[in-house]
């Protein structure tokens, strides 16, 4: 029977080497800041918001919430980008998405400069994702999986991954954060010849293509360790891209959903968030 890997362990580690680095930052009168900008009153998107300044409160971090009606104009939203790009005093800053279908979602997200884009929305902060540059930062969910993967103390170096799905938020920047950890990586897509076959190969598998119970026993070998990024709703309960029990079956490690991943995404903003702090200092 496979280990499971959950999230709440290694989101803990995360945040008690960030009290440290926050204790450090104090010692120079510098409190990390961060913007949060949020369009419409959706419940989900508000009950996130609260989550994440919950979490910089209890760290000693500040956040600030800049809230727009579902209906302002692409304009308008823009502008408050730029204000926070021109406000020293805020760290970094959160754009919540997705964002209303009237604007163009990446001349919003470009907007915001790299060095403050905590969670690798825009193409400055993907440009030097990709480039191999430290001086930005990648997408939250794909770090999430780099750190669950040390956490754990799964090394990527000379192992073969295979991520399956080819986003902007996951696909594709966890596979390159695979590869610059020396991993050999294979990008799967839903034109992919044989993904089961592609799957089985891995020694590292990584499923985030939002596909409910996409990947099962056929995908899954002795060995091999499954993170399970998918977010889907069936019948009204939260699941992955994984049928969890059936891999669990065969693999070494399984991420579950909910519990895996995502528990970790939160920490890493917050990390983001206090390196941005640091580099200021």
Do not use: W
């Not at 991954?161 to 799967?188: E, K, N």
Request: charged share 25%.
């Amino acid at each position: 029977m496979a280990e499971i890997l959950l999230g709440r362990p290694a989101a803990d580690a995360i945040r008690e080497d960030l009290a440290r680095r926050i204790a450090a930052l104090a010692e120079k009168g510098v409190t990390p800041r961060l913007a949060v900008i949020r369009l419409g009153e959706d419940p989900g998107d508000m009950a996130y918001e609260r989550s994440i300044r919950r979490g910089c409160e209890k760290l000693g971090c500040a956040a600030e919430s800049i809230a727009l009606p579902a209906d302002c104009t692409q304009e308008a939203l823009i502008a408050q980008i730029e204000a926070v790009n021109a406000d020293d005093s805020i760290h970094g800053c959160l754009l919540l998405r997705p964002l209303p279908k009237h604007m163009h979602s990446a001349a919003v997200c470009d907007a915001l400069l790299p060095e403050k884009d905590l969670d690798g929305m825009g193409r400055g902060a993907l440009g030097a994702l990709f480039a191999g540059r430290k001086d930005a930062f990648a997408p939250c969910t794909a770090q999430a999986c780099l750190e669950m993967l040390k956490f754990y103390g799964i090394d990527p170096a000379g192992r073969r991954a295979a991520v399956v799905g080819r986003s902007l938020v996951i696909g594709r920047p966890v596979g390159q954060l695979l590869l610059q950890a020396d991993a050999t990586v294979t990008l799967c897509h839903s034109r992919t010849p044989d993904l089961a076959a592609v799957c089985r190969e891995a020694d590292i598998l990584i499923a985030a293509v939002g596909h409910a119970g996409l990947i099962g026993a056929e995908h899954t070998r002795p060995g091999q360790v499954i993170l399970d990024v998918g977010v889907n709703s069936v019948d009204g309960k939260l699941c992955g891209d994984v049928r969890t029990e059936e891999a669990a079956e065969i693999a070494a490690a399984v991420s579950p959903v909910p519990g895996g991943v995502g528990a970790v995404t939160p920490a890493v903003l917050l990390a983001h968030l206090v390196e941005a702090a640091e580099r200021r200092g």
